[in-house]
């Protein structure tokens, strides 16, 4: 069973925006730490913003263009991203870590390489 797809990637300009989706099945992400990773080929995987009951994590390399919410009643977390850079092509995947697991919003991002539950990832391209 797919606990977390994502859904909403696509080919962007640089300066666009897009609005990426993770519907959860089978765990209410509402008691759930959730976050959203990415991938770029050739590159190591980077956590780019995490959230929990505590607070938010955003990597400095999407500080104030991207933000990612929840939607408690759908059962699904978002990644807006706004101001797409070349840089920001990737595949993105969403992920959800008992609250247990982790110590902060950082260390499920930054520290933590492993998660509860993995989406299979959606493809950004960000080019002109």
């Known amino acids: 069973q797919e606990h977390l797809v994502e859904s909403g990637g696509g080919l962007v300009q640089p300066g666009g925006s897009l609005r990426l989706s993770c519907t959860a099945s089978?765990?209410?992400?509402?008691?759930?730490?959730v976050g959203w990773f990415r991938q770029a080929p050739g590159k190591e995987r980077e956590g780019v913003s995490c959230?929990?009951?505590?607070?938010?994590y955003y990597a400095d390399s999407v500080k104030g263009r991207f933000t990612i919410s929840r939607d408690l009643y759908k059962n699904e977390i978002y990644l807006q991203m706004d101001s797409l850079k070349p840089e920001d092509t990737a595949v993105y995947y969403c992920?959800?870590?008992?609250?247990?697991?982790?110590?902060?919003?950082?260390?499920?991002?930054?520290?933590?390489?492993?998660?509860?539950?993995w989406g299979r990832g959606t493809q950004v391209s960000v080019s002109s």
């Open positions: 992920a959800a870590d008992a609250p247990i697991a982790i110590h902060s919003t950082q260390h499920m991002c930054v520290e933590k390489w492993t998660h509860d539950f």
């Open positions: 089978g765990i209410a992400l509402a008691f759930f730490a």
């Open positions: 959230n929990d009951a505590s607070g938010t």
